[in-house]
């Protein structure tokens, strides 16, 4: 299997108690060896200044309108990948590179 930064996967996400997990789309953005940092992928209609809705949801393998959380990093061992659904389409790579720059610093 070969991730791509810019692909989106179903992944297979532990609850944060660690009791049980669920399968989510999720944005890879980078990858660290054996690890990928994800953003949060959700049908949720934006609530911050880091949520992007996707223009090309459809393009990109989704099924519904979608929002990445660049707010709600994960990072997760390439293995809890499940499948690759598709990857971004240039113009909201291109959006959500601006809003990382702008919006998505350290807060200390």
Known sequence: MTVTP??????DITFTNGIGSKKRP???????????????????????ATDVALQDWAEAGL??????????????EQSLLLHRLGALTHPDAAQLKA???HSVKPQF
């Open 99 to 101: 809003i990382w720059d």
């Open 6 to 11: 810019g692909e989106l996967w179903v992944a």
């Open 26 to 48: 999720v944005l890879v953005l980078w990858i660290d060896a054996a690890d990928v940092v994800v953003a949060a992928v959700t049908s949720a209609a934006p609530r911050s």
């Open 63 to 76: 099924r519904v309108s979608s929002t990445v959380r660049l707010g709600r990093l994960d990072c997760l």
